[in-house]
T-cell receptor
């Protein structure tokens, strides 16, 4: 069975500072990895994905993520945080022949002015 | 391009009452999912459709939950009777099988409160 761990319930960052939201995964075979963002009372919005190729993936709103196979991690990063980045972030994995996505429990990102 | 549309956005009912949620996926997307999102948790798959066929309903509590996608487009998720523990957000998502790289497109969700 596949699983995703987001070890931090909440991450606090000052505006303008770099941010990292952590994600590790467990899956058989090659993983497809995703990050989604959810604003209050809204659905999940796709940010970026890793399928194959370059380990550094760039996505929407200046976010990027680094795939590390040996550490089974896919951390979300941004060089300079904005207050508007404050939201709930989900990491998800697809692999092992499964079709749907398995999500982590989410990390609240709070950017302080 | 229109996104995934869900209705109602909010629903408040008393326990033991029935409730239904509707989803219209992105045009041309033949894979449709219903996910359950409890407060403070990530979404969990309830059922997946390929066209009109339910190909994965192993996580759907079939004693009270049912779903259909009769013409392979719109889908309805029903709960009868609802219990207090069913209070959650029900998310619909769709995906295009062509060139499939796994990305799902989600609707805004239907928030259910059972009193």
């Amino acid at each position: 069975a596949q699983s995703v761990a987001q070890p931090e319930d909440q991450v606090n960052v000052a505006e303008g500072n770099p941010l990292t939201v952590k994600c590790t995964y467990s899956v058989s075979g090659n993983p497809y990895l995703f990050w989604y963002v959810q604003y209050p009372n809204r659905g999940l919005q796709f940010l970026l994905k890793y399928i194959t190729g370059d380990n550094l993936v760039k996505g929407s709103y200046g976010f990027e993520a680094e795939f590390n196979k040996s550490q089974t991690s896919f951390h979300l990063k941004k060089p300079s945080a904005l207050v508007s980045d404050s939201a709930l972030y989900f990491c998800a994995v697809r692999g092992g022949g499964a079709d749907g996505l398995t999500f982590g429990k989410g990390t609240h990102l709070i950017i302080q002015p | 391009e229109a996104g995934v549309v869900q209705s109602p956005r909010y629903k408040i009912i008393e326990k033991k009452q029935p409730v239904a949620f509707w989803c219209n996926p992105i045009s041309g997307h033949n894979t449709l999912y219903w996910y359950l999102q409890n407060l403070g948790q990530g979404p969990e798959l309830l059922i997946r459709y390929e066209n009109e066929e339910a190909v994965d309903d192993s996580q759907l509590p079939k004693d009270r939950f049912s779903a259909e996608r009769l013409k392979g487009v719109d889908s309805t998720l029903k709960i009868q009777p609802a219990e207090l523990g069913d209070s959650a957000v029900y998310l619909c998502a769709s995906k295009d099988r062509k060139g499939d790289t796994g990305e799902l497109f989600f609707g805004e969700g239907s928030r259910l409160t059972v009193l």
